[in-house]
């Protein structure tokens, strides 16, 4: 799968009242990430959305979102256009996109606006299942497999999943190794080093006095080096 430096990917997750749409859930809260060569930007965009309908308890138990909490929140089509702005027309990658975007649909459907084209969807679901089959493939199991830090997700918040989800998608394709650095060496990119990336600065410093005297004593230790034989 090609991917330019430059190309644009959003991460994205929803929470709902129940588990299906045809039976009339409803979404409740939207969280995007925006990658940029599968970096994460720090430009992101989450909402709560008053579903005019009660949370089912199930639900409410794992996203910690309340049906008094939703009352006050703007409608779906209040906020359509500013969701539909920022994704654009770039690729989403979603984990077990079929729900959400079943739900997401469900929701344009209902104002009469086109839906999400299932082919600029990545579902990161999908390649885990291909990558390690017959492993557990949620979110969660996800994240320790690669090393990933869950202290955060105390319940599924859909900003929450989105960020875990875009280090996890950027291990499932490129391998990357859980993150090496250290505070304040993210360059130009200050939240790089939050992300779980392998990130290495090149670093130039002079050997201490002592470490000179290890070396020189370690060299004359060894029994025919290879460079005096070169030499």
């Known amino acids: 799968m090609s991917n330019p430096d430059n190309s644009r990917e959003v991460v994205l997750d929803v929470e709902t009242t129940g588990l299906s749409h045809e039976s009339g859930d409803r979404v409740v ?33 794992i996203s910690g979102i309340t049906t008094e909490f939703l009352q006050d929140k703007p409608l779906f089509q209040e906020i359509v256009d500013d969701f539909l702005k920022f994704i654009g027309d770039s690729t989403l990658v979603i984990h077990n996109a079929r729900f959400d975007v079943g739900f997401l649909n469900s929701e344009l459907g209902r104002l009469g606006k086109p839906p999400l084209d299932s082919a600029r969807v990545v579902d990161t679901l999908e390649i885990a299942r291909r990558k390690f089959p017959g492993s557990p493939v949620n979110l969660d199991s996800l994240c320790h497999r690669f090393e990933i830090d869950l202290s955060d997700r105390s319940v599924h918040g859909a900003l929450v999943d989105c960020r875990l989800l875009a280090e996890v998608y950027v291990n499932l394709l490129e391998g990357r190794q859980k993150n090496l650095s250290f505070p304040g060496e993210g360059g130009d990119n200050p939240s790089a080093a939050s992300q779980g990336k392998l990130i290495r600065k090149e670093r130039f410093f002079e050997p201490s006095r002592e470490e000179l005297s290890a070396h020189e004593a370690f060299l004359k230790n060894l029994d025919s080096p290879l460079w005096d034989k070169i030499g």
Do not use: W
């Not at 309908?53 to 138990?61: G, I, P, S, T, Y």
């Open 29 to 61: 809260d939207i969280g995007c990430v925006e990658l940029k060569g599968r970096v994460q930007t720090g430009n992101v965009y989450q909402v709560y959305v008053n579903p005019q309908r009660k949370m089912q308890r199930e639900a409410a138990a």
